[in-house]
């Protein structure tokens, strides 16, 4: 049996976002996007509750479309809200819309993906925690990441929120030492 990191658990859907997405540089901005809104839905929630409607939260947003969502009105918000396979919350919605055109603005000005990897110099940091006991839950680079998101105007960013997003998009390498996924994922940070 391989060592994964301890939050993983058990459960194919889990397993899989652990050992081939969670932890890998991402670099392409609506990929970027499309992260940063669902761990602002998971806010009060589970990871895995996400997870497991991902698909549903992709049909629903147009395919995390930035141009397209940046478009909806209050109809459209509403029909979202009617939708049992999202987490149907106005707020985290409006966000999500809100979110789109400020990913626009970005994407504009000066790139989202080099925007957001800004924080972290530009590559991944690397750690080695020996367990998940040392794994910090927020820190300097997601406080900085939490309070320009919100003065760009995105919601839903707190700085616990944005570290759990550096984790998962690779801006930061948390696999624990013991988990077979450290090391590779420290490999695809050099290349």
């Known amino acids: 049996m391989m060592d994964r ?5 058990d459960l194919p859907v889990y397993v899989a976002y652990h050992d081939t997405e969670w932890g890998v540089p991402e670099r392409d901005p609506r990929a970027l996007w499309e992260k940063l809104v669902l761990d602002g839905f998971q806010a009060g929630l589970s990871w895995i509750t996400i997870l497991k ?4 939260f992709r049909a629903e947003f147009d395919g995390f479309d930035p141009e397209r969502v940046a478009a909806w009105d209050a109809a459209r918000i509403d029909r979202a809200l009617t939708n049992p396979g999202i987490i149907r919350h106005r707020g985290k919605i ?7 055109r400020a990913f626009l603005d970005i994407e504009a000005s000066e ?10 110099g530009g590559a991944p940091i690397q750690n080695d925690w020996p367990d998940l006991g040392h794994v910090p839950t927020d820190t300097p680079e997601s406080h900085a990441m939490s309070k320009a998101l919100k003065a760009r105007g995105f ?4 700085p616990v929120i944005t570290y759990a997003f550096m984790q998962a998009t690779g801006m930061v390498n948390d696999h624990v030492v013991t988990c077979h996924r450290h090391g590779p994922v420290r490999a695809l940070s050099a290349g």
């Open 5 to 9: 990191c301890g939050w993983c658990g």
């Open 53 to 56: 409607k991902r698909d549903a």
């Open 94 to 100: 409006e966000a999500t819309v809100r979110g789109a």
């Open 111 to 120: 790139g989202f993906a080099p925007w957001l990897w800004s924080f972290v």
């Open 155 to 158: 919601g839903f960013c707190g």
